[in-house]
């Protein structure tokens, strides 16, 4: 999808004042390295796909190697993005090393031809990239809503397996703020077109009818919303296929509470007119062998929708079935036709963009005082400690139980006072400093 130059240059260049605040405020250790539908083939991107079972124990093997101090693990249907803070730059050098660290199959060449293309954004610049990441302005699809919820998911998984923690936390939370705000507050998701809705346009254009069986497999955000679709038009003949069973049936709830495992797709029966699948597998799932088991001998063309990203359907079926199959590519191709529509909400988006980089810094800033400042509740105790315990003890040994308890009570209150006011005046005189940049 090619964007106009103008908007382009607007939205990769923050405000000099957003970008010199981010700078005083030390966000110089955040970076990102993004392989995207910008740079890459959607096949290229799938490469570097993780599969949900082998993700923590790779992110903490990078964490490990190269140093992180956090990092999480973004991928959807047009990107893969590692998130992470480090104290020095990423250059292009240690951008193939990650790589290589992701998908060690690729050969040296590719992964430095790879590495080389990669998008690369350090401090100030990976802030403002990850909230045109989260507001939909750098997606495949303008607008598209599944972004929010893919990274928050992908955050709070990282977060249980102890990758993260405040550097990321409030970069997150900032993107997630933002992009609510963009999509309430400007005409970006008017017109729906993400990928479920374009999908499930040309789904409705196949004129399969309220009676035809389909085939969902997966259960994540992307399988949810098509079911949802299906529901609201009812759609009843519909079989769930997941992972885990648990996933699979929370979707079929929705209709017949027809489900069964993928390992068990090679012995289902029960044919399909349409097959949407969209799973988190770094491999394609669905081979000649498995095809030909489930359409059970049936010549008529099949519906194929493969949302995934590695595709799930090995390309041997495509080739030598009959079938009416949309893959990314394809979905591709659809998004562009509707981003004239989107160039104005596009402009609406930017002030916003802003307002949330400002956001971020003073949150960014304010946690550094609040690090900075972790000693002085330990130090007042001391000091209280030092002089009832020493100092003053003598004195102290001279009152009766009513005098000492009133004492306690005014000591614990001075205690209290001496930690809370001098942090936020601390806070206020920086953070004061910080809006004024």
């Known amino acids: ?228 679709f299906l529901q609201e038009n009812n759609y009843t003949n519909v079989t769930v296929a997941n992972r885990s069973a648990e996933g699979a049936a929370r979707i079929a709830a929705m209709f017949n509470n027809s489900f069964i495992t993928l390992d068990e797709l090679p012995n289902y029966t029960g044919g399909f007119d349409a097959l949407i699948t969209c799973t988190a597998a770094d491999h394609a799932i669905i081979d000649n062998s498995i095809y030909n088991a489930m359409i059970v001998d049936e010549k008529d063309q099949k519906l194929v929708i493969d949302l995934a990203i590695p595709a799930d359907i090995d390309p041997q079926v495509i080739d030598t079935h009959h079938v009416s199959y949309v893959d990314m590519n394809f979905i591709r191709e659809k998004a562009s036709e509707n981003l004239q529509f989107r160039e104005q909400a596009l402009s609406d988006c930017m002030p916003i963009i802003e307002n949330g980089m400002t956001e971020f810094a003073r949150n960014w800033q304010a946690r550094q005082i609040e690090r900075a400042m972790q000693s002085i509740p330990e130090t007042i105790k001391e000091i209280r400690n030092t002089a009832l315990g020493s100092v003053f003890a003598k004195d102290l040994e001279n009152l009766d139980d009513e005098s000492r308890e009133l004492l306690d009570k005014i000591m614990n209150y001075m205690e209290k006072k001496y930690i809370s006011i001098p942090m936020k005046m601390a806070k206020d005189v920086l953070l004061n400093e910080v809006s004024k940049n």
Request: proline share 3%.
């Open 1 to 228: 999808m090619v964007l106009p130059t103008d908007f382009l240059m607007t939205i990769q260049s923050p405000t000099s004042r957003t970008f010199v605040t981010l700078l005083l405020m030390r966000v110089n250790e955040l970076r990102v390295i993004a392989i995207t539908h910008k740079n890459f083939p959607l096949e290229t991107i799938g490469k570097f796909h993780l599969a949900p079972e082998k993700r923590n124990e790779k992110l903490t093997a990078l964490k490990n190697t190269f140093g992180f101090d956090e990092v999480m693990y973004l991928s959807t249907c047009n990107r893969v993005e590692i998130i992470f803070t480090l104290s020095h730059y990423v250059c292009p050098g240690i951008t193939a090393s990650i790589l290589r660290e992701i998908q060690p199959e690729l050969s040296e060449v590719s992964i430095k031809e790879i590495a080389a293309q990669a998008e690369r954004y350090n401090g100030a610049e990976a802030a403002d990239h990850l909230l045109r990441v989260a507001s939909s302005i750098d997606s495949i699809v303008i607008g598209e809503r599944e972004i929010i919820t893919q990274l928050r998911k992908a955050y709070e998984e990282c977060s249980l397996a102890n990758l993260t923690g405040d550097d990321l936390r409030l970069i997150i939370s900032q993107c997630i703020k933002t992009a609510k705000d963009v999509f309430t507050n400007t005409d970006l998701a008017r017109k729906p077109v993400s990928v479920v809705s374009l999908a499930w346009q040309q789904f409705r254009e196949s004129g399969l009818n309220n009676k035809s069986r389909v085939l969902l497999v997966g259960a994540g955000q992307i399988i949810s919303n098509f079911a949802k």
